[in-house]
């Protein structure tokens, strides 16, 4: 058997199946596991994640694999509601610009418990944007629909978006920290999770092999790699539908899913993480949750270890993600921590430490959080689908029944291949393989 990309879904596959006794190797295309998932080592020695981080509520698949894993959750400290700051004001909680926003928002979230109208399919957040009243309340729901999707909001239709909600189980959900999506976080970072899996005894991973091309025919797969060639009964591929895009497919693959990948995109996402020797804004203030309003717009999360140093976690998506690209890395520093000046005090603008990574610019991956559907393309909808094609298995959040764009759907997609593999394997289809 070989699995194709070493993130979250393609190493839970790999584990799934190397513990019913089928020899597994999994094929990377970077240089490292992990994918969309990076835990990395702050200057002050604790853990920090610059992909995919939270534990959302109701995340069981990924909590169970935490623990398992030996690793340890932590609540996210957080006031409910973040603080709005415009340039470096704070906009006022009970003004016209939150107020006109939250009213705009709960509309939303009544208006997506029903299925959206096909007309919607048309039309672009952003047009739609376009017609809410207030320039301060159209950026509020711009920054926050951008940092919630990670789309480019004139590529991104209101049916995409609405749908999307409908299947997260409302926007409250997806932004909520509190039993929402961004619930808990791992003390030794949740990247941690997928360099212990890809470390376990019998793994067999295969970093810096790029998968090019996958003949596959009624006895098995052939894959093409950068570094040679590999023969299997089965392959899962775990790349998202714009990334996989990549993969030469002999014979080709069916129209609709040539169709998903032409008509999905990645999103774009920029992530960092200031680290301070201690919270130290915990003794002036309630809390350091802020959306910032400026150019670039992002938020700003309180992500601190227990006892451990100081975390501030930044997040800037779509077109202005890709804006902080042409910056200096000083520069991108600056313009991040100015705002917060005013509130948590100078010593906001010196951290320890800094990490940073703009995932729209890695080559193997594209962008994040997820794949999005290109306006009017529905079969990019989650889930994605995941028939599998002869002895083609297909798995990645993308294509989960549930959490689907979390790192809990990449473990559920990963589950279902493999056990979609097995029973393929029992019915003794494709037996040609050497892996
Ligand atoms: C900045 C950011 C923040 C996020 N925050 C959260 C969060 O807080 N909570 C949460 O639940 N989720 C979050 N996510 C999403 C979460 O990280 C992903 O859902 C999850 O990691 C996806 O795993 P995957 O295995 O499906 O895909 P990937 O991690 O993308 O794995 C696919 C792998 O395939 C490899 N690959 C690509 N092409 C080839 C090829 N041709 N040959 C071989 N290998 C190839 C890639 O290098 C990659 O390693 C975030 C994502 C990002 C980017």
């Given at each position: ?58 995340h069981r698949r990924l909590e169970a694999l935490a623990a398992e ?342 473990i ?24």
């Open positions: 058997m070989a699995v194709v990309g070493a993130g979250m879904s393609g190493l839970v596959a790999a584990r799934h199946l190397r513990r019913r006794g089928v020899a597994v190797l999994v094929l990377e295309s970077a240089d490292r596991p992990g994918g969309r998932m990076l835990a990395e080592t702050s200057v002050l020695g604790s853990r920090l994640d610059l992909g995919g981080q939270w534990v959302g509520h109701g894993l030996g690793t340890e959750l932590y609540p996210m400290r957080t006031p409910g509601r973040p603080d709005f700051i415009d340039g470096s004001r704070l906009i006022p909680a009970a003004g016209p610009a939150v107020l006109t926003a939250s009213a705009v928002l709960l509309a939303w979230e009544i208006r997506t418990r029903r299925p959206a109208p096909r007309r919607w399919e048309a039309r672009t957040v952003a047009a739609w944007l376009g017609r809410v009243p207030g320039r301060r309340a159209r950026r509020l729901l711009e920054v926050l629909l951008s940092v919630t999707s990670t789309a480019d909001l004139d590529r991104y239709s209101m049916h995409a978006l609405a749908e999307a909600v409908r299947y997260q189980g409302g926007l409250t959900a997806m932004t909520a920290t509190r039993g929402g999506a961004q619930e808990k976080l791992i003390v030794e970072g949740a990247g941690t999770l997928t360099d212990r899996l890809a470390a376990e005894p019998g793994a067999r991973v295969l970093t810096g092999h790029r998968v090019t091309r996958i003949r596959h025919d009624d006895d098995g797969v052939t894959l093409g790699t950068t570094s040679g060639t590999v023969r299997a009964a089965r392959a899962i591929v775990t790349v998202p539908p714009p990334v996989s895009a990549g993969i030469a497919y002999d014979p080709p693959l069916p129209a609709a899913r040539t169709a998903l990948e032409r008509n999905t995109y990645m999103g774009s996402v920029y992530k960092a993480i200031a680290v301070y020797e201690r919270p130290w804004w915990r003794n002036r203030r309630e809390h350091a949750e802020f959306m910032l309003l400026g150019r670039p717009g992002g938020a700003v999360f309180d992500t601190s270890p227990p006892d451990g140093p100081g975390h501030l976690c930044f997040l800037v998506a779509g077109p202005e993600a890709r804006e902080l690209d042409g910056l200096r890395a000083e520069d991108r520093r600056r313009t991040l921590l100015g705002p917060l000046a005013p509130h948590l005090g100078p010593e906001v603008l010196a951290p320890a430490g800094w990490h940073e990574k703009s995932w729209h610019l890695v080559e193997h991956v594209g962008g994040g959080y997820a794949a999005l559907a290109s306006p009017g393309a529905t079969d990019g909808y989650f889930p994605m689908p995941s028939e599998p094609v002869g002895a083609l298995h297909w798995a990645g959040t993308e294509t989960a029944r549930e959490h689907a764009g979390y790192i809990e759907g990449a559920e997609s990963g589950e279902r291949a493999a056990r979609e593999v097995l029973e393929g394997l029992a019915r003794g289809a494709g037996g040609g393989g050497e892996v």
